[in-house]
């Protein structure tokens, strides 16, 4: 192994959490890498992001744009930069950790922090993905406001889904929760919110066929024969996280690896996980910088010590 590809710090992902926390490496002169397929995350995707706080308005790429260029001016002997995926990590019995790419790089360090983030899971149905940001979204906090006024459908049955209802039924004319079951994930207690409220009306036991739509959406069908005239579809059926390359370390049923959130730290010592990838509760732009931010404070105390 080559003396330049061992770092005390390697961070994996390149989303706000893996970019935050480059920048604070590079401040705080931890020897690091940050390696990454690409830069902005998941948001990248939005036409206008409303509260990335400090900027009312912001597109997913000039997100990206600006993330990837506050690490680039760290870049150098303290932060190398490196585009590439992570295929695996393995634990060293000298307790330090490497990290392979699918170009085969390999990486070795003493601490590693994963922020390698998570990809929504899709509805599967026909025409969802033709009309992706034309009305079927998967983010009711980023698109919800530009359905003010009109008619739109929720698809889940958890706390994302009801929760989502509950927000668009503060602007949207009708909201109606399309749910699988008859049972709900979600909280009683969200559960109960959403039933006293008077413009969302639950569905239960709706299996969605097909979206339709010329442009943008103007309805779907569910159970093969129901009609309903929406224009929006809101899609909150879970995330799945990006952390199959890593498989010593505690997750959970869906593979979000448990940390402790007041530092960040992951069920192994010298491990430290933020963002969308980990079991955290609520899954924003802010909150993953916050989260790295914790856990690079963390991690830099360990590493002193
Ligand atoms: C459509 C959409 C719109 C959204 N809009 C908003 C919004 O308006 N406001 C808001 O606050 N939040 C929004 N969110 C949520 C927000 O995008 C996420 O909470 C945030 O991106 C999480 O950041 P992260 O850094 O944890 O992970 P991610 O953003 O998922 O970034 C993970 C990074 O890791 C990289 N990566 C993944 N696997 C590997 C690997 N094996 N090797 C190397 N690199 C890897 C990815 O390429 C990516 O760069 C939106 C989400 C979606 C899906």
Request: with cysteine; net charge negative.
């Amino acid at each position: 192994m080559s003396h330049e590809n061992t770092y005390n710090l390697v961070i994996i992902g390149g989303g706000p959490a893996g970019a935050a926390a480059a920048v604070y490496a590079a401040r705080k002169k931890i020897k690091s890498a940050i390696i990454t397929t690409d830069f902005g995350g998941q948001s990248i995707v939005s036409d206008d992001i409303q509260n990335w706080i400090g900027t009312p308005h912001i597109s997913g790429i000039d997100l990206a744009k600006s993330l990837e260029s506050h690490v680039k001016e760290y870049q150098g002997d303290i932060l190398n930069v490196i585009k590439g995926r992570v295929a695996q990590v393995t634990q060293n019995e000298d307790k330090t950790f490497s990290i392979k790419t699918s170009k085969d790089l390999v990486l070795t360090t003493k601490a590693l922090l994963i922020t390698t983030g998570s990809v929504r899971r899709k509805l599967d149905a026909v025409n969802a993905d033709k009309f992706e940001h034309k009305g079927v979204t998967y983010c009711a906090s980023c698109d919800g406001p530009v359905f003010s006024g009109k008619d739109v459908v929720v698809i889940g049955g958890g706390n994302a889904a009801f929760e989502s209802a509950l927000q668009l039924a503060a602007y949207c004319k009708s909201v109606k929760i399309l749910n699988r079951t008859d049972k709900y994930k979600a909280d009683e207690i969200t559960v109960d919110k959403v039933s006293k409220n008077a413009k969302i009306q639950i569905i239960n036991d709706a299996i969605v066929n097909e979206i339709h739509g010329d442009q943008f959406v103007n309805g779907l069908t569910y159970n093969n024969t129901i009609k309903l005239d929406v224009e929006g579809v809101f899609v909150e059926i879970g995330q799945m996280p990006n952390t199959d390359y890593v498989t010593f370390l505690e997750k959970n049923l869906v593979g979000n690896i448990i940390v402790d959130p007041r530092t960040q730290k992951a069920s192994v010592e010298g491990v430290w996980a933020a963002g969308d990838c980990t079991d955290g509760l609520y899954h924003q732009n802010n909150i993953a910088t916050g989260d790295a931010v914790k856990a690079l404070e963390s991690l830099y105390i360990w590493l002193q010590g």
